[in-house]
């Protein structure tokens, strides 16, 4: 079969998505079944892939669908439990004393918090936390959503403590044969990872600077009254200010640090720089900026999570005690995935099955105390008693938490079985590289020497399809790698392309959208959000492209297995 014949039978469900979603506008709910059915069907067919295969691989999906629920219940859970607490009613007047500016609160709830959060946790936290607490001060659920999923870009790289390089590219890689071809150079593995998470930083520094402007001028854009751009452009020094208050340290933490930490280190200094700045009004407009009245919102902005207002009767909490347990989720987080000890504590509750009904490396399990669901209701739990609250308060959080998760739940059901088997349809009869590979090595045959302008594409591609930039990088990294070889550039810069890429692929992933939405209570909203998302992943995988081409043919830069 020629390959691309390939690319279009593999990129055929994707496009069905695409055009259901986002031409058709269909919800999600509609959309995903017809997805899953015609990514199963080109299975079967084209791929030749057994029946068992196909089913074990929607198992499989089925089990990685109950951990994002269990993430999904934490993070509801956790937003009920402060609004019946009081403590939401705090924090939002904390942030108008910050700043009244909703752009302000925007790039230090979503850019700062939610950048902190991914590098914690990563696999969608941040929005899951984010989205809410936006929602809670007064944005529009579609608002929260759409600034939730562009948090999916610079920081995720080295997200969860530096899992998608860590893991995702190491495991992506042969570094067994890639090890031997650098020590016969003189150089070494750690070597060479540590040249490609400097690499990643660098181009995610200044990719990522302006994000922060982005999100406003997406903002007041999109949700202002006057759906006025220059009313973001007005913020420009101020998001300027703050993306590099982030990017600055990320970048210096990645290349001299390694990948665990530029996250955690870039949000926790910005923090320090901004939240300062903001109260001080440093390069903030004079002219504030606020939504609409809620009763003016379009329909389509609005969740079913009713933000309850404050009772003449609601117990007054202190600003320290409502930020608390957030401070509590962000503690937690490092602690379990920086500490062995603790890690293995909690990873050692595990529920799942290996190589389901006898596929070998089809397997799944569900982790609920290391998985960010299960430190969210342990902090629940401690807030009851922090906040003194009524045991009654918690349940009915839980209760209206489980509500929400039903329509999720059929959605996310379809979403990632199918992606499972696009993964997996590596083994199959016909011989055929999986349907991912099939579309990246027909893009890199199609293009030639101009392919690493594409390469972040692909890598975004990858994240699309498995909404992870760990899975992305495992998937392509050694593809990336066998193409800069083939075109006699650096390997290095290839995978680190491919990681950016798979970083910025989070903010159209489809699973992400349904799983931030459910957060706040907006389903069927899927196709407006990725109209959204889609215009900042493109300025993402466009300019890393066009510094990788720079990188490599003006630069001249090349690592140890450049001949």
Not at 217 to 225: A, D, I, Q, S
Not at 251 to 267: D, R
Request: glycine share 10%; hydrophobic share 55%.
């Amino acid at each position: 079969m020629p390959t691309s014949i390939q690319a279009l039978l593999a990129a055929t469900p994707i496009l069905v998505a695409a055009i259901l979603l986002v031409g058709l506008n269909w919800p999600a709910r509609r959309a995903m079944p017809v997805v899953y059915l015609t990514a199963a069907g080109i299975a079967l067919t084209f791929w030749d892939m057994t029946v068992t295969r196909v089913l074990a691989s929607s198992l499989q999906g089925l089990i990685v669908t109950v951990a994002v629920l269990w993430i999904i219940f934490g993070a509801i859970l956790l937003l009920n439990t402060l609004q019946n607490s009081g403590a939401i009613s705090t924090i939002r007047a904390g942030f108008t004393d910050i700043s009244p500016d909703r752009r302000v609160q925007a790039l230090i709830i979503a850019w700062l918090f939610g950048c902190f959060i991914e590098g914690a946790s990563g696999f969608g936290t941040p929005a899951a936390i984010a989205a809410p607490l936006l929602v809670a001060i007064g944005f529009p659920a579609l608002g929260a959503v759409m600034i939730g999923m562009m948090i999916q870009s610079t920081p995720v790289s080295f997200g969860a403590v530096g899992t998608p390089i860590l893991i995702g590219v190491t495991n992506g890689l042969d570094h067994t044969a890639i090890g031997a071809q650098l020590t016969a150079v003189g150089s070494s593995w750690p070597a060479f990872l540590q040249l490609i998470t400097s690499e990643v930083a660098i181009g995610h520094a200044i990719v990522g600077t302006l994000m922060p402007f982005l999100m406003v001028v997406m903002l007041t854009r999109f949700f202002g009254k006057n759906k006025s751009w220059s009313e973001g452009f007005a913020m420009f020094p101020f998001a300027l200010f703050t993306g590099l208050a982030f990017t600055v340290p990320y970048a210096l933490t990645g290349v001299f640090l390694g990948p665990e930490f530029p996250s955690i280190v870039g949000a926790l200094v910005g923090l320090a720089i901004v939240v300062p700045a903001a109260k001080a009004g440093f390069l903030v407009p004079k002219n504030s900026w606020d939504f609409e009245p809620r009763e003016e919102w379009p329909k389509g902005w609005l969740g079913m999570i009713e933000i309850k207002k404050p009772s003449a009767d609601e117990r007054k909490i202190s600003l320290v005690m409502a930020w608390i347990p957030y401070i509590l989720v962000a503690g937690i987080l490092v602690a379990s995935r920086v500490s062995p000890q603790f890690k293995g504590l909690l990873t050692s509750v595990s529920f799942g099955v290996k190589d389901i009904l006898g596929e070998a490396g089809v397997s799944g399990s569900v982790q609920p105390l290391y998985l960010p669901g299960g430190i969210l209701l342990f902090v629940c739990i401690l807030t009851l008693f922090l906040h003194k609250m009524k045991p009654a308060q918690l349940v009915s959080a839980a209760a209206d938490a489980g509500k929400t998760l039903v329509g999720a739940g059929f959605v996310l059901m379809f979403t990632i079985p199918m992606v499972r088997i696009l993964i997996n349809s590596g083994v199959n009869g016909a011989d055929l590289a999986s349907m991912p590979v099939a579309m990246a090595s027909f893009v890199a045959e199609t293009f030639g020497s101009i392919y690493p302008i594409f390469a972040p594409t692909v890598g975004a591609l990858g994240a699309f399809i498995a909404g992870s930039n760990t899975v992305s990088n495992m998937m392509l990294s050694q593809f990336q790698f066998e193409v800069a070889g083939a075109l006699s550039i650096s390997g290095a810069i290839l995978v680190a392309l491919q990681a950016i890429g798979a970083a910025a692929g989070n903010m159209i992933a489809i699973h992400n959208v349904v799983a931030a939405s459910a957060t706040v209570g907006l389903l069927g909203q899927e196709g407006k959000t990725l109209r959204m998302t889609i215009l900042p992943t493109i300025y993402y995988v466009l300019l890393t492209g066009t510094l990788g081409m720079l990188a490599i043919y003006s630069f001249g830069v090349v690592d140890p297995l450049v001949k």
